[in-house]
């Protein structure tokens, strides 16, 4: 439906949290403490008008013919074919819902997990800021739009990650994050010049024309859909671009969640599933992104295994997690991708946000070998931890069972049995290693007063994160355990709704409500395929079960039953020790690109450093400058001051003109 | 009378020639002055000739223009003199030579 006029819930979702995070970012010094209420209210702005014009994003019309869904507004046309707009349609609504709803449960519960932190202010502005970066990406109804968000959720995420900018390695991490954002944006870059150069125009809805009208040839459609994965690589954390996700924990905990959970690494999701028709065209690259995200699940699951930083194993997971929706979507089962992106949300947020409880509680402690017995100490964040824990490892009926069997169910059901052994070993080592975690943390003794090198841990003073955590203004906190108040526990209590119930959408294959709110968007694409299948979704769901449920008795074998808890200080620094280097050099990924980019980068920057700009541009300017003088010296030798010589020269030249002229003459 | 246009150009030459001899080989500024008029005149003569001999009035005109730009070019060099004069005694203008390079 082409609008007419202006369609104002629309911008008021898309700038107010703009306007909060100016707002914030004006008055930050002078508003304190308000600074948490206006960056909650801004979000929470956004929301209620998401609520309120949901109506209009699934509104189905018929535009000559042609069935449109949603509300499309234009803002501004500088040449044929590029126009800026917004795209309100059930897809961006999927994804507004999550970054303004959970968004804000998540601002609601900085309030209380950044409050006495110097930078008070400046952290909801940089939230507010990001979650309008976000509202960008995906409101945006062309590529060019698309790569303005998506820059600007890089750029915030490198706010966010380095926001303890004292800390080295906070800003290393923020850097690492940022460059390797970009190298996806470059990828979409070229998408887009691929795109313009063949249909003339960056909106989504010519570009899918132009794919129906086969105006892309085969490898240059496959070309522009790589280079689109390129950017989903760089955003969503797939292999071999997944480094920088792990290190990005450096940010406060609802950083994490943020990002990690609910709105950045999710985008590559989005951007796949938004241009589902261009891979629907072409095989090869759904193949491509079916590889990776499978690829990706898998090796994030192996990570995890070997972390010991409790928000090291949760970012891990939401690796692992992105894979499986990466794998989802690379395959055509677009909704089922988009409902674990929906479910993960919830559980992930409920993760991290738990994890912010302990973490909060214990003084930063971040290293789960310190941990142990919280079970009694923190029992809300038990419960809590323990009921996304079994939604992420997909047990019936919360949400995440639902999800993950759709995505798991849907790459056997079109043809790819390779990526759904992968998902289904995948589904084993992530009950594994959640578990691990569970009963590392919650079960047992407070290892907390033990000395940190009887665990196993080799530099004490860098347990938990890399950095250690004296710059976090928390420390000097006098009292022992602060118990957290309602208003980080309230946003918990309200995830975990989501974290029980979300999967039910999904209920009733081709009649859901989820498959009914997608259906004007994917069409056809994700209905079912007819029995192709060499066993029933129900079989499927038994073999993901079992598996997990293995997954987790191994768990418990190894960290829960009564024997493992008594040696358990032996058992972990007996782990530690024994951690094989591979796991411990997370596949020597930062190795390889360290010496495949990053060396010959310095090495580049040293040639032209201290070899090619000294000697060549220095020196040619040193050379012109030399010359200059030995001509300077030349030329002064004619100036003796002598009138009569000046006179001679004259005379002389007069003489030698007359003789050429003469010569001339005769000739 | 006729006079052969060669006889004017030849004793042109020949007072141009003492003109340049006065300029390079004396040092007194006064005496270079009177070379640089010799050289004037004899570049007038050679115009008049030339406008005789092709019966134009284009020789006669320069002949004016030269007159014109020597008289001022005596007021300078002659100013010029007496500003040299002025900072030394002894009169020689290879003392002159502020401006070598």
């Given amino acids: ?667 | 009378m006729d006079v052969a246009i060669a006889n004017y150009i030849g004793l042109s030459a020949v007072i141009f020639m003492i003109g340049v001899g006065g300029v390079v080989a004396r040092r007194n500024p006064l005496v270079m002055l009177m070379g640089i008029e010799l050289m004037w005149n004899a570049a007038n003569l050679a115009f008049i000739a030339y406008a005789k001999a092709y019966m134009s009035n284009a020789g006669h005109v320069f002949a004016f223009l030269v007159i014109t730009v020597a008289a001022a070019e005596a007021a300078i060099g002659l100013a010029i003199v007496v500003i040299v004069f002025r900072r030394a005694v002894n009169v020689d203008v290879d003392d002159v030579s502020v401006l070598k390079g």
Avoid at chain 1, 60 to 75: F, L, N
Avoid at chain 1, 218 to 242: D, E, I, N, R, T
Avoid at chain 1, 469 to 485: I, K, Q, V
């Fill in chain 1, 1 to 667: 439906m082409g609008l007419e006029g202006v369609y104002m819930p629309l911008f008021v979702i898309w700038l107010a949290p703009l306007v909060g995070a100016i707002v914030i970012w004006a008055f930050g010094p002078s508003l304190r403490t308000w600074g948490g209420p206006i960056g909650c209210a801004a979000i929470a702005v956004s929301f209620f008008a998401t609520i309120a014009s949901w109506g209009d994003a699934t509104r189905q019309t018929v535009v000559g013919a042609i069935p449109v869904v949603g509300a499309h507004q234009s803002i501004v046309t500088w040449a044929k074919g590029f126009n800026l707009g917004l795209l309100w349609d059930p897809l961006s609504l999927t994804w507004v819902l999550i970054i303004t709803g959970i968004g804000f449960l998540i601002h609601f519960y900085s309030m209380g997990y950044m409050s006495g932190d110097k930078g008070y202010a400046r952290f909801f502005a940089y939230m507010n800021f990001f979650v309008f970066a976000m509202l960008t990406l995906v409101l945006s109804d062309n590529f060019v739009g698309l790569l303005i968000g998506w820059g600007l959720v890089g750029l915030a995420s490198f706010f966010l990650i380095g926001f303890w900018y004292e800390r080295p390695s906070a800003v290393a991490a923020a850097t690492k994050a940022f460059v390797m954002n970009v190298v996806g944006d470059v990828g979409i870059l070229f998408a887009i010049f691929i795109i313009v150069a063949v249909v003339g125009s960056i909106s989504y809805a010519d570009a899918f024309a132009g794919v129906t009208a086969h105006k892309f040839s085969s490898s240059l459609l496959y070309l522009a859909c790589a280079m689109l994965f390129v950017g989903c690589a760089a955003k969503s954390a797939q292999v071999p671009l997944h480094s920088w996700l792990p290190d990005a924990m450096e940010g406060p905990t609802p950083v994490s969640a943020l990002i990690h959970a609910a709105t950045m690494v999710t985008a590559g999701v989005y951007l796949i599933a938004r241009c589902w028709p261009m891979f629907a065209g072409s095989a090869d690259a759904r193949e491509l992104v079916g590889i990776i995200g499978g690829v990706t699940a898998l090796l994030g699951a192996i990570l995890g295994v070997a972390q010991w930083d409790i928000k090291r194993i949760l970012a891990y997971s939401t690796m692992s997690q992105i894979g499986y929706m990466i794998m989802g979507v690379g395959v055509g089962a677009y909704d089922a991708g988009v409902l674990h992106f929906f479910t993960h949300a919830w559980f992930k947020a409920q993760l991290f946000l738990t994890a912010g409880l302990i973490i909060h509680a214990l003084h930063n402690e971040q290293d789960v070998r310190l941990m142990g017995g919280l079970r009694k100490r923190e029992p809300f964040a038990f419960w809590s931890m323990t009921i996304a824990t079994f939604s992420i490892c997909g047990v019936p009926p919360l949400a995440g069972f639902f999800s993950k069997d759709a995505v798991v169910y849907d790459t056997l059901l079109r043809g790819h049995p390779e990526l759904y052994a992968v998902g289904v070993i995948t589904a084993g080592i992530t009950a594994y290693y959640m578990f691990r975690m569970i009963f590392i943390t919650f079960f047992g003794e407070y290892r907390g007063e033990v000395d940190p090198s009887n665990l196993g841990i080799r530099h004490p003073e860098f347990a938990g994160t890399s950095a250690g955590l004296a710059a976090h203004p928390h420390d000097d906190d006098p009292h022992e355990h602060h118990t957290p108040g309602w208003i980080m526990v309230a946003p918990v209590a309200v995830l975990w709704i989501g974290t029980i119930f979300a999967g039910l959408l999904n209920v009733g294959g081709d009649n859901s409500l989820w498959h009914k709110l997608l259906e004007p968007v994917f069409g056809s694409a994700i209905s079912y395929p007819e029995g192709t299948a060499p066993v029933s979704e129900l079989v499927s769901s038994a073999i993901v079960l079992a598996v997990v449920i293995v997954g987790i008795a191994i768990a418990y074998v190894r960290y829960g039953n009564a024997g493992a808890l008594r040696d358990a200080i032996s058992r972990l620094r007996e782990e530690s020790v024994r951690m094989p280097a591979i796991l411990v050099n997370l596949f020597y990924f930062d190795s390889a690109i360290d010496a495949l980019f990053v060396r010959p980068s310095r090495g580049l920057g040293f040639f032209f450093g201290q070899i090619f700009d000294p000697l060549v541009i220095d020196g040619s300017v040193r050379e012109a400058r030399v010359s200059a003088v030995w001509l300077g010296h030349l030329f002064r030798s004619f100036q003796t001051g002598l009138v009569r010589a000046y006179a001679l020269t004259i005379v002389f030249g007069a003489a030698a003109f007359i003789v050429y002229y003469a010569i001339v003459a005769v000739n």
